[in-house]
């Protein structure tokens, strides 16, 4: 029997690399629903080929004239209405931003399993999304690499006799860089990511290390461990995805070439593993694995997300609707790099943290961020 499968966010970089594990695959999986926020002809193209029951533009409130077999829903809502009408048996969720967390937590009220890239689903709601999943017994399959390697370090093992999580970090394209040179970054050099080649928002989050922050809240909530027992590490070639250390002082690692469709295909065929002709790692030819301690003055949005997973309650969410904004601005060029996480810091300062939310608590945090954010930006002179 094929997997039925949803792919939320299919036009970006992880839904791609999906439909491309979908090709390799053809045999395992029927793609019943795909969706894009903006690149409708891209969308088209892979409506034409893998032709679903359902698709969804969510950037447009109307049907732009689209003549289709596929029945098309659009807007913010489309996402859940997609999850609404068909019948599936795991949802992919590859859509960028606080914009994935009611997918994922409708698919999991609906008892589905998640195939997750969109790691903010957990850092804003992370108590709430776990819940969700071991009430109505479903599971939470991480694409993210680090998570991935976690999660296969830790198959066959109690997750009670975990130490320590060691994730590792490529630390970006300003690892080495001074104060002075990150005060003066431009978008076009923030943009070109060493190892990998991502979506402009977590490629930028990768350069202020603000990824490297929600995958921490990220396994926070997978692995259910505490803040402290989670330890990020420098490691440029990003060969060893991260690690885990065992209550024996056993420490396990998953190693692989940087190439996201490795875990993507993991998480989609899970619980079995299937063969791949992707790029395979050659010891032959590897040279140095290094490894170095983070700096937190000069990556501030690390330290901020560790802070803020500290405090938890609405803290998460804020630090990342306000982070999602900041980038933007950054992007659009209407603040420099380092105040991304100095306007984060700011709103974060003037938050009212509400423990224990609920969903409309965390949204309505969520909308409050957004807002405080775009006024300090147009205060800053850029
Ligand atoms: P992209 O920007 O490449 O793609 C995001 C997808 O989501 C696109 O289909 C996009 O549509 C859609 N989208 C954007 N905004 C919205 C919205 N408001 N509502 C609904 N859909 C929207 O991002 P990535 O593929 O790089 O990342 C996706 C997720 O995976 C992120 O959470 C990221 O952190 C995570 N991730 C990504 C990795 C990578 O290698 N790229 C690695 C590990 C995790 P459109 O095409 O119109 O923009
Ligand atoms: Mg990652």
């Given at each position: 029997m094929k997997k039925r499968i949803i792919i939320l966010g299919s036009t970006g970089s992880i839904g791609t690399n999906c439909l491309d594990i979908v090709k390799r695959l053809p045999e395992k999986f029927e793609v019943v629903a795909l969706t894009t926020n903006s690149r409708v002809d891209l969308l088209k193209n892979q409506v034409k080929e893998f032709k679903p029951a359902m698709a969804a533009i969510?950037?447009?409130?109307?049907?732009?004239g689209i003549s289709s077999d596929t029945r098309y829903f659009y807007g913010k809502d489309a996402l859940v209405q997609i999850l609404e009408e068909n019948d599936y048996d795991l949802l992919i969720n590859a859509v960028v931003g606080a914009a994935g967390f009611l997918p994922t937590l409708k698919a999991l009220e609906q008892g589905k399993n998640v195939a997750l890239a969109n790691k903010e689903t957990l850092v804003v709601g992370g108590e709430i999304i776990t819940r969700i999943a071991k009430e109505n017994n479903c599971s939470i399959w991480p694409i993210d690499s680090e998570h991935s390697a976690i999660f296969q370090c830790l198959m066959?093992?109690?997750?009670?006799?975990?130490?320590?999580i060691i994730l590792t970090a490529?630390?970006?394209?300003?690892?080495?860089?001074?104060m002075e040179e990150l005060e003066k970054v431009t978008v076009e050099q923030a943009l070109k990511h060493p190892n990998w080649n991502m979506g402009h928002k977590i490629t930028i989050d990768s350069a202020t290390m603000m990824n490297k922050g929600l995958e921490v809240i990220e396994a926070r909530w997978l692995f259910d461990?505490?803040?402290?027992q989670i330890e990020v590490v420098i490691h440029p070639q990003s060969i060893i995805h991260s690690m885990v250390e065992f209550c024996d002082g056993s420490i396990k690692a998953q190693l692989g070439v940087p190439d996201m469709r490795i875990p993507i295909q993991l998480a989609m065929t899970f619980p079995d593993r299937f063969p791949s002709d992707l790029p395979r790692l050659d010891f032959k030819t590897l040279k140095n694995l290094t490894f170095e301690q983070p700096d937190l003055k000069k990556f501030k949005a690390l330290k901020l997300a560790f802070e803020s997973l500290e405090t938890q309650g609405t803290a998460p969410a804020v630090l990342n609707a306000s982070n999602e904004i900041a980038v933007a601005l950054f992007l659009h060029k209407k603040i420099k790099f380092l105040d991304i996480a100095n306007i984060v810091e700011n709103v974060l300062n003037d938050h009212q943290v509400v423990k224990n939310p609920q969903v409309k608590d965390l949204l309505y945090a969520d909308e409050w961020a957004r807002k405080k954010t775009s006024e300090y930006g147009s205060k800053v002179d850029c």
């Open positions: 969510t950037g447009v409130d109307s049907d732009p066959g093992e109690e997750y009670s006799n975990i130490d320590k490529s630390g970006g394209p300003f690892r080495a860089s001074t461990v505490t803040a402290s």
